[in-house]
Nanobody, 120 residues
Framework: QVQLVESGGGLVQPGGSLRLSCATSGNIFSMYAMGWYRQAPGKQREFVAAVTTSGSTDYADSIKGRFTISRDNAKKMVYLQMNSLKPEDTAVYYC??????????????WGQGTLVTVSS
């Protein structure tokens, strides 16, 4: 069973940057698409970004141009570089694994989440 562990969250001022990391277990990480989701207080969990096994990426409109998702198959890691952060980016950020090589497949594993707070 794959385990996902996020890190890198914290408090940052508006306009600042953070880099989230997601460490994964298992031997076939390179076969699965990976994604980041977030859940703000009082709101539903929403899609942020995803990356396929071939490196293609997709982003939510709200963060496009500010966030970058990447993966390192050798290290079994997924990253989310977040720049120009806004207060509305405040949320718990979750790493997620898709069942197949693309984000069109279902999600079948989640991390525990890491809190990002954007505030002055």
């Amino acid at each position: 069973q794959v385990q996902l562990v996020e890190s890198g969250g914290g408090l940052v001022q508006p306009g600042g940057s953070l880099r989230l990391s997601c460490a994964t277990s298992g031997n076939i990480f390179s076969m699965y698409a990976m994604g980041w989701y977030r859940q703000a207080p009082g709101k539903q969990r929403e899609f942020v970004a995803a990356v396929t096994t071939s490196g293609s990426t997709d982003y939510a409109d709200s963060i496009k141009g500010r966030f970058t998702i990447s993966r390192d198959n050798a290290k079994k890691m997924v990253y989310l570089q977040m720049n120009s952060l806004k207060p509305e980016d405040t949320a718990v950020y979750y790493c997620a694994k898709y069942r197949g090589s693309s984000w069109t497949t279902v999600l079948d594993a989640w991390g525990q989440g890491t809190l990002v707070t954007v505030s002055s």
